[in-house]
């Protein structure tokens, strides 16, 4: 068990960092509007996960100008990739385990 | 058991966001058929007014917009071609966000709009190639062209959406090239490639997904 539980990473604990970080995997990059609509979730409450993730070394943050507008882009790192790769594997073993 | 049930909901969940944040899963089976009939409407009008315009058995030999007046007599090829295509792509966006609707997931997302620019820019091309082109190529070539750059639009948008639509793609621009080949039979394959193709994929899609 407690090795299982090693690869279980706190950063993920959330619902909603499991949900960008998933939604980054697979996507090269999205903006927070995009990430906002695809896990329906409120602003602040985006925000606030995205700043954890990203002061965790996990995704990074790019803003720059679309017709004048601001927009700000997530990429998922290497590094990101990696943990939440050996946090599903985690997932994966515990429920294989049951 | 108690442990490892909020991680499988998290897993279910995970894959749930991976899937629906990465393919367009809306897309309708209904759309292909009604795309699939349009097509073939579509080639029954063209194969009259290519028998009323330019007689010649030989019509695919030579260029549609043929001599001086060769783009105004190409005109009703166009207009036919473009009310084909603005139909089918009217019936894609009706079923679909009905078929969304029905699911609960909303049509219009990120990757809804990554899907149709990758779609938007090798029909755009072709369509650009097939307009400057056809004063000067054969005919054959100018509809072997239509199925070329939409099958490779196809798989170019495939990447966002159901992944059997790949083979849509790729068949599209195999009837393409075989059109290249016996372009004689130009009109035939166009309709297998635009109307039966479609009806086909569209009927499997209906029935594996429901929708």
């Known amino acids: 068990m407690k090795t299982i539980l090693a690869n279980f990473n706190k950063a993920f604990e959330s619902r909603v960092r499991l949900g960008i970080m998933s939604v980054l995997a697979v996507n090269s990059s999205m903006d927070f509007t995009g ?26 943050m790019e803003k720059s100008f679309i017709n004048r507008k601001p927009n700000t882009r997530y990429t998922i790192t290497e590094a990101g990739l990696d943990s939440f790769n050996s946090h599903l594997q985690a997932l994966e073993e515990l429920i294989n385990k049951k | 058991m108690n442990q490892s049930d909020p991680h499988l909901e998290d897993i279910q969940a995970i894959r749930k966001l991976m899937e629906a944040s990465s393919r367009f899963l809306s897309l309708s089976g209904l759309s292909g058929i009604v795309a699939g009939f349009l097509g073939l409407a ?34 009703p090829l166009v207009a036919v071609m473009a ?10 966006i009706i079923f ?20 149709l ?17 056809a004063a000067t190529v054969p005919a054959a070539v100018t509809v072997a062209s239509t199925l070329i750059f939409y099958g490779l639009a196809v798989v170019s948008a495939g990447k966002f959406t159901f992944g059997e639509i790949h083979w849509l793609g790729v068949l599209e621009v195999i009837a393409g090239l075989v059109c290249l080949a016996l ?11 635009f109307g039966l193709l479609h009806i086909g994929y569209g009927l499997f899609m209906h029935l594996r997904y429901r929708g």
């Open chain 1, 35 to 60: 990430l906002k609509e695809t896990l329906e979730v409120t602003d602040g409450n985006l925000a606030s996960h995205l700043r954890a993730l990203e002061d965790a070394g996990y995704i990074i």
């Open chain 2, 83 to 92: 009310a084909v295509l603005v139909l089918a792509f009217s019936g894609a």
């Open chain 2, 42 to 75: 579509g080639a029954v009008a063209a194969q009259l007014l290519i028998t009323k315009i330019s007689a010649p058995a030989d019509w695919y030999m030579r260029p549609f917009a043929e001599g001086p007046d060769g783009y105004r007599e190409f005109l």
């Open chain 2, 117 to 133: 620019v990758s779609l938007l820019i090798p029909l755009g091309a072709g369509g650009l190639f097939i307009l400057l082109t």
């Open chain 2, 183 to 193: 372009p004689q039979y130009s009109i035939i394959i166009w309709a297998f490639g």
């Open chain 2, 96 to 115: 679909s966000s009905r078929k969304a609707r029905k699911s609960g997931h909303r049509a219009w997302t990120p990757v809804t709009r990554r899907m």
